[in-house]
Each structure stands twice: as C-alpha cells, then as structure tokens.
C-alpha cells in the first residue's frame, strides 16, 4: 500500500553490533592484559637476582647469566661463575636465562596479539596461536621457576669449589644442601634464599596462567 513503509523501515532503537559493545570483549582485554604483564615480568627477571647469600655485612646476588655480583665493605663487584669457581651454577642461570628470555618474549606478543583479537582485528582462525604462546610461556617460567631451588644446591656443591660451604664454618644446614635457609656458628650467621628475580618469575607464570584460564573461558 502506498506511503505504508512500516514493513521495511528497522526496528527503532536497534543497532549492529560493534567492536565496542561485543559480549567478552572486556573479558579478552582483561586476559590479554595479563598475558603481556606476564611476559614483561618474565623480561625483567632475566636482567635480576635469583638468588642471593648475605653473611657479615656482605652479599652475593646470582643472576640469570654467566656473572654474578657481590657487595660489601669493599664496594660491588662483578665476577663471571666460571671464574668463581662455581661453573655449574653458571651452567644453570644461562639456561634460566635463555629460559625467561624466551618467555617473556612469548608472553608480550601473546599480550599484543590478544589486544588486537579482542578488537575483532584478528581472524578467529589464528586465535589459536595466541593460546598456543600463552601455554609456551606459562611451560617455560615454570621450569626455569623450579630448575633454580631444584638443581642449584647439587650446582653450587658440585662446583670446582666445592669446599665453599665447608669452608664457612656452618654446621647442619648450608647453600649446598638447600635453596632457602639460614646458619649460624661461632657467632657468624649465614642466610640465602630466592631474590627478586625468581618472584618476578614466578608471578610471571601465575599471571600468565589466569590470563590463558581467562581467554579460554571466553573462547567463543
């Protein structure tokens, strides 16, 4: 019938949905958020201390590498674990820090990939990639998280130098039997355990892991 449009004419008040409003996309930003903050911790614990021993004022700090750091009276120095005596913890942090590097680098362009997903910028057939970054990520910060208290007292025992434990007088508990602890004896005290870098790592991977949970949650 003439001049009748009611047919044709759109709903009022209905509109096409757009990247803006599309369900989840909050939920994938959130996700993807992680997924990159993950991965730049993960960076960032290469370039710190896993590790440090303080005794008398004085403190060595091993990091991802082949050198590590002392500080004291005399001021801060760096020394390569080979020349220290102590190779085979050299060994360990160069795979931790061929580990995190990878990681993190994984991890940031899982991060950047799921931003641009979330925008609907990316085709649902490459999605998967970004799972399969996340799932590399959270692998590699795990082990490098476990090989440092796992195999460094074995490492730092079975150095050159393996009479360093011995030889600082500790009775009962020492450096080369655990990755935490502390000992005192004849009123010198030693203390050890995990430095910045192994927490960063670790968060690295709690953070990463809920962020995979997250962008798996909201797959579809």
């Known amino acids: ?6 047919a044709t004419s759109a709903p009022t008040g209905t509109s096409t949905p757009t990247t803006a409003n599309r369900p989840g996309m909050g939920m994938r930003m959130a ?20 590790w440090t021993l303080s005794f008398s004022g004085s403190s060595i700090s091993f990091l991802p590498g082949s ?5 004291g009276y005399f ?13 085979p913890v050299g060994g360990l942090y160069e795979a931790i820090l061929v580990l995190v590097i990878i990681a993190g680098i ?7 990939l799921g931003f641009v997903a979330g925008m609907g910028r990316l085709p649902a057939s490459r999605h998967g990639m970004i799972k399969g970054l996340a799932i590399a990520t959270i692998v590699l910060a795990l082990i490098a998280v476990i090989l440092a208290p ?21 009775n009962g508990s020492s450096p080369c ?20 870098g192994w927490f960063l790592a670790l968060v690295a991977f709690v953070l990463t892991l ?10 579809n």
């Open 177 to 196: 039997g655990a990755f935490w602890g502390s000992a005192s004896s004849h009123g010198f005290t030693v203390s050890w355990g995990a430095a910045d």
């Open 106 to 112: 994984l991890g940031i362009v899982a991060g950047l």
């Open 210 to 219: 809920v962020g995979f949970v997250l962008w798996r949650s909201n797959r």
């Open 31 to 50: 996700a993807s958020g992680l997924l990159l903050v993950g991965g730049i911790l993960a960076l960032v614990s290469a370039f710190t201390a896993w």
């Open 67 to 71: 050198s590590y750091t002392g500080s």
């Open 75 to 87: 001021g801060s120095q760096t020394q390569t674990y080979a020349n220290g005596g102590i190779g």
């Open 1 to 6: 019938m003439a001049g009748d449009t009611s």
């Open 150 to 170: 796992a195999v460094q007292p074995w490492a730092f025992h079975d150095s050159a130098n393996n009479g360093s434990c011995s030889g600082l007088g500790l």
